[in-house]
Structures are given as structure tokens and as C-alpha cells.
């Protein structure tokens, strides 16, 4: 819905918000989230404002809010309700109008570093306790205070509240270094981007309890919304760009290579050079680039290849510059990359072009940038590609994708698909879980829709758990060839009962459909199996309307099919009676 | 604006922001008489008139409105009407 994109109008959101929030539970959603939101101050605004932000994602919450100001003891003492609420995500909606240990003028340096710890164990006190929910914690740092008592000596002395604030912030960020599954809000950063006097309204505190202006909340939700959609491997992928007037000023076709303007010697050129390099940057945290321009080829090279222009046609994984409809461009490049159209961004200055696009792509972003000068802001606020944890594998995203386009070229020259496997030379790793790809791991079962088994998601704090669990075999793959590595790209979990394995979950990134990757996993699953003494294994099949793909997936591995209805089948295979599968793969 | 037309802008606010096509306001309608308008909805409900009439209610004049009467009062009296 554009009203719920970057920049929207938080007067039109708080009027219209039962109307949207109807018209957005009107449709299907596979993903239902359970938040429990711990309040330091009044949230039901932010709960209402946030279910549309996560409506919008695809995301349907169901909540639970503790009592006015409650944060501290919910977190540290529990109650019933919220025991029972079992939360997928925990957010602490705290601010600075829940410090209460501000330096007064006449301490000393040492009895405001006593309050300074004491104001930060309650914090940790509560990360701690959290812990039993075994789910993602939220966590809001501090916003500024609104007035300064020391003016500018606020930042720098020790009695400052600037100071004691920008301290505490310091102290959180570090928190969420160290522990796994703390998540830090950065209000501040909010609060700053809104401007900390609008920020502020001391008569809906006062009258309210609420910790900042109504209107500022849907951009505190939304920010928010950002996370959560990140911790449910929801991010945008790539970002698909049109050339004229997007990436250089002018048009090429009729100004000329010489004529658009590109570069930082002209405030005109400045400004799409400031573009580029934010692109750049973007492509270089492991966001793929793409060209879609309704120009010919080699002008758009052209323009690629103009002195000035930081981007060169390298940056880019696919270039489509041809007469086409952009959406069809659009279809083809996901194709090409085995991604979802709905993971793509596509910037283009022309609202033509964007209302075709988003007319025919279902859950495809196209912001309305509007000028030059807004492009970076638009697109940077609208949050699509929130990092949480850098994963060696998001760096490496870029040259996944191009050698997975040089596949596509060296199949369509292969005698046969057998020989084209066998040309690829591939190699795979497949063990156990291992520490260090927890992370990866946790990202693909939250992102799978399409060879997922079972969609069942898991947080890093029940991955970590399982990986340790004896009563688990938990085994993940990854897959190289001659065109690079592809990284880790499958996991099974298995659950061990008796003789007995149960398969909980098997997914696989699309990326290296049919190149056999599911019967060297299998083949590996069942020789672990063997080494633990288990003679059946259990397949099932939860069908979402992204899954249709797998739907015969355990009759084609050879497994026997028990029983089944509309919302799941059951398989077994004898794990004695099993041959091996693979034999284009070299395996460990 | 007169009276009524200051009526007929505040019940549109009050039919979008409870999203209840059957609201037909009075002055004497209080907060009693519409299902949603609690105590967490009149906050937006202010929010929702300010940025129709392009007004500020203070914060005395927010606690102590009664009825929708009261309401457009404050309303016509700021207005200048």
C-alpha cells in the first residue's frame, strides 16, 4: 500500500487506520507473529500503527502489551498471561522518560558513574530474564533529551544529560554485540531524522503518557516494523534501475553521451554522482544491481561508460536496456537469478513507469523518489535492506548471482542437462550444524518459501539450541562449482525419537534447484542416520500457497507415502533399504 | 464557517476515524454515545480534528470538552466565526 511507504502522512494514518487495518485483514497471511510489547510508557498507538506496517509486509501480529509502565517487572517477574503468550518477538518500547537516574549538578564524577551503572543493569537485568523466551529481543535506545540545563557543556560534562544519554547509547550498542538476538531500535536516530521539538509533546505525556508526539509514532512503528520484517528474512534483495534521469541527468538518446549530467563538477552532476555512490555502497553490503532503461544497448553503455560515471556496467548483474514493458525486464532478470520480483526495488524517476511496474508485480516496491536531491533520503528511509547480522554470505551476494547468469549461458551449450551438471564440477560441504553459520542458518529458514517442506521458522536462539540437543540431527549444506561458490544453501533438522527420525524441517535455496543438492543431502542424512542406529525416517509436507513445488518432493526421493489431507502428508523410508542418489556431487 | 457546516466537517472526522458510516452527531453527543471513542481513541480523534480545521486545541480545552457541542464552540471560537 503506498500509503504505508516512505514519506507518508501521519494525519492521513491516524484518521484512516481502522479503514486500512480492514482492508489489510481482508487478505491471507501464511506468517502470524506473537509480539509481546513491553511499555515504558503508553503503546497502544504504537501496537495499532505497527500492525499496519506489518500487515503491509505480509506479516499478521497478534500482540501483547504489558500494563502501563510495566516493563520492568513483566520482564524480571513474568506473569501468567504473558508466560502463556509464548512471544515470537519481544520488543521494550522504553525512552527517555524512563531514566531515572540523571546526574543532579551536584555529584561527583564518581557518584554519576554509580548512577550510570545502576541505570544499565536494569537494562541488562532485563536482557537476561528475557532470555527464557528463547525470542528475539527489541530493545529502543534513548532519544535526546528535550531541554540542556548546561547548554552546549551538556554533550561534554559529566552532569549532562546529553552526555549521560549518549553514554547509555554506547553501552547498548555494545550490549547488542555481545549478546545473540539483541536487537537495539535506534530511536534516537528516529527522533533526530522527526526533530527532537516536534519529537516532544509535553501535554500528550502529561495528558497521555505517551513518551512522544502522536504523529511521530507511525515513523517510530515503522522503523520498528523494519526489524521485525528483517528478522523474518523479509528484505528486499536488489535494486533494479531505470538510466535516464535516474542515475545521470539528461537522456542519453537525445542529449547525447556528452550531453547528461553525471559527475561532481556541476551541481546538476553532483547530485546524481552522490546517487551513484550511495548505490555503490548498497551493492557493496551485498544488494545486487540491476539496469532496467527503455533505451538501446549500446547507448546505455554508453552512458555506463562515460568518464564521469561511477558506476560502470560491472557494478551491475544484469543490464536490460531494450524497448520492452520494464515489468516484463523485470520478470525475465528474476528469472535469470532464480529471486522473487516481490524482492526487488525498483527505482525510476517516471510515475508512469512505477504505476506499470507495480500494476503487474505483486509485492514489488517502487517509492515515489521524487527529485534528485530526495532520491537517497526516500529510499534509505523506506528501510528495504535492514542488516541485522552481516553474514560472510550477504557480502559475497553479488558474485552468487552473476556466476548463477553464466550457468544459465553454459546449460543452454550443453549436449544434455546430465552432462551440464557434470561440467559444473560442483563440491559440496554437508555436516552438522557448526557455530559459525548459525546465523545463515537462522536467515534461510526465516526466508525459504519455495523448496521449504514444512516453513517452519526458527529464531537463532532455537537454532543455537538445537545444534546442542542430541535428541536433534541437524545437518546444512553448502555447494561450489566452477562458475564460484554458492554458500550455504540447505538445511535439514531432524528429530530423533527411538528408531525413529522425524524431519521437521528441509529447505533449500532456490538458487541451486536441480543440480541435484537434494540427493546428496539425503544420501548424507540417511548415512548419519545409519551411525545412529535410526531405521525410519519420517518426511512431511505442510503445502503454503509458496510451497506447491515440494508438493511431491518425498514421493520423488523414494519415500512411501502413509497418510494425508488437505493440510499435510506423511511419509516414511526405510532407512536399510536406501541406496544412495548422488553421484555427480562430490560431497565433503 | 457556520455552526452547521462546522458539524457536518466534524462528523466526516468521526465516520473516517471510527470507520462507522452511521455516525450522526449532536451537540449533545458525548463519548458515552460511540462505541470506539475511549479515552485511547480521543487522543486521536483531537490529532484527527486539529488537521481538518488547521487548529491547536490546548491542553485545558482537551480534558474538559464534554460534548460535541462544547467541541464545535471551541472550534467556531477559533476559527474566528
Given amino acids: ?588 | 464557517m457556520s455552526r452547521e457546516e462546522i458539524r457536518e466537517k466534524l462528523n466526516q472526522v468521526f465516520i473516517d476515524l471510527f470507520d462507522d458510516e452511521s455516525i450522526v452527531l449532536s451537540d449533545e453527543t458525548t463519548a458515552n454515545d460511540i462505541e470506539d471513542w475511549d479515552s485511547l481513541e480521543h487522543i486521536n480523534l483531537i490529532i484527527a480534528i486539529e488537521q481538518e480545521f488547521n487548529i491547536k486545541f490546548n491542553m485545558n480545552e482537551v480534558t474538559t470538552m464534554k460534548n460535541v457541542g462544547e467541541m464545535i464552540d471551541i472550534i467556531a471560537s477559533r476559527l474566528g466565526a
Avoid at chain 1, 13 to 18: D, E, M, T, V
Avoid at chain 1, 119 to 133: A, D, M, P, V
Wanted: with cysteine; aromatic share 12%.
Fill in chain 1, 1 to 588: 500500500m503506498d500509503v504505508l511507504e516512505y514519506p507518508f502522512d501521519s494525519n492521513y494514518l491516524i484518521l484512516n487506520r481502522k479503514r486500512l487495518r480492514k482492508e489489510l485483514l481482508s487478505k491471507d497471511y501464511g506468517l502470524i507473529c506473537k509480539i509481546a510489547i513491553l511499555g515504558g510508557s503508553t503503546t497502544s498507538e504504537v501496537k495499532n500503527v505497527l500492525e499496519l506496517f506489518l500487515l503491509n509486509e505480509g506479516i499478521k501480529p497478534e500482540f501483547y502489551e504489558s500494563e502501563y509502565n510495566q516493563f520492568y517487572e513483566d520482564a524480571m517477574f513474568g506473569n501468567e498471561s504473558l508466560e502463556s503468550f509464548k512471544p515470537d518477538i519481544i520488543y521494550i518500547h522504553t525512552t527517555m522518560r524512563n531514566l531515572h537516574h540523571f546526574p543532579s549538578i551536584e555529584d561527583t564524577e564518581d557518584e554519576v558513574q554509580e548512577k550510570f551503572a545502576e541505570e544499565l543493569k536494569t537494562y541488562e537485568n532485563i536482557w537476561e530474564s528475557l532470555k527464557r523466551f528463547n525470542a528475539p529481543i527489541i530493545q529502543n535506545n534513548f532519544e535526546l533529551p528535550p531541554y540542556r540545563l548546561l547548554g552546549n557543556k551538556d554533550f561534554s560534562d559529566y552532569h549532562g544529560r546529553v552526555n549521560y544519554i549518549n553514554r547509555l547509547n554506547n553501552a547498548f550498542s555494545e550490549a547488542a554485540r555481545k549478546i545473540s538476538g539483541l536487537y537495539i531500535a535506534d530511536i534516537n536516530y528516529v527522533a533526530s531524522c522527526y526533530g527532537l521539538d516536534c519529537w516532544f509533546n509535553e501535554a500528550t505525556y502529561c495528558l497521555y503518557k505517551y513518551a512522544m508526539d502522536m504523529k511521530a509514532i507511525p515513523y517510530l512503528a515503522f522503523n520498528l516494523a523494519h526489524l521485525i520484517k528483517a528478522i523474518y528474512g523479509k528484505n528486499k534483495k536488489a535494486l533494479v534501475v531505470d538510466l535516464d534521469n535516474t542515475l545521470w541527468g539528461g537522456v542519453i538518446g537525445d542529449d547525447g553521451v556528452t550531453g547528461i549530467r553525471i559527475g561532481s563538477d556541476t551541481p546538476g552532476g553532483e547530485v546524481f554522482y552522490h546517487f551513484q555512490q550511495y548505490l555503490l555502497e548498497e551493492s557493496k553490503m551485498g544488494n545486487i544491481l540491476l539496469v532496467n532503461s527503455k533505451n538501446d544497448e549500446d547507448i546505455a553503455l554508453e552512458g555506463l561508460n562515460h568518464p564521469s560515471s561511477l558506476l560502470r556496467p560491472d557494478d551491475f548483474t544484469l543490464i536490460k536496456a531494450n524497448w520492452n514493458a520494464k515489468s516484463e525486464n523485470i520478470k525475465e532478470m528474476a528469472e535469470t537469478l532464480d529471486l522473487g520480483a516481490d524482492s526487488f526495488v525498483f527505482i525510476d524517476d517516471n510515475p508512469a513507469e512505477r504505476k506499470e511496474v507495480k500494476d503487474r508485480i505483486a509485492g514489488i516496491a517502487a517509492p515515489n523518489i521524487m527529485n534528485p536531491e530526495d532520491y537517497i533520503r526516500i529510499i534509505d528511509h523506506n528501510g528495504y535492506f535492514e542488516v541485522l547480522n552481516l553474514t560472510e554470505e550477504d557480502l559475497k551476494k553479488k558474485d552468487v548471482y552473476r556466476s548463477n547468469a553464466e550457468r544459465k549461458k553454459m546449460m543452454s551449450s550443453s549436449l544434455s542437462y546430465t552432462d551440464y551438471l557434470k561440467d559444473l564440477h560442483m563440491h559440496a560441504t554437508i555436516k552438522p550444524f557448526e557455530d559459525i553459520y548459525l546465523d545463515r542458518i537462522t536467515q534461510l529458514t526465516n526466508k525459504s518459501n519455495q523448496f521449504n517442506l514444512t516453513t517452519k521458522r526458527y529464531t537463532l536462539e532455537q537454532i543455537s539450541a538445537l545444534s546442542n540437543n542430541d535428541n536433534y540431527l541437524c545437518i546444512y549444506g553448502k555447494l561450489s562449482d566452477i562458475f564460484g561458490d554458492n554458500g550455504l544453501i540447505s538445511v535439514i533438522i531432524g528429530k530423533i525419537k527411538n528408531n525413529e527420525l522425524h524431519i521437521e524441517l528441509w529447505l533449500m535455496s532456490c538458487r541451486v534447484l536441480k543440480r541435484n543438492m537434494e540427493h546428496a543431502m539425503l544420501d548424507e542424512l540417511i548415512s548419519l542416520a545409519k551411525k545412529k542406529n535410526l531405521e525410519y525416517i519420517y518426511g512431511y509436507y505442510y503445502p503454503t500457497n509458496k510451497n506447491k513445488m515440494v508438493m511431491n518432493f518425498y514421493d520423488d526421493m523414494g519415500f512411501t507415502p502413509l497418510e494425508s489431507d488437505d493440510n499435510h502428508k506423511t511419509y516414511i523410508l526405510e532407512v536399510n533399504k536406501y541406496e544412495n542418489k548422488n553421484n555427480i556431487i562430490e560431497v565433503n
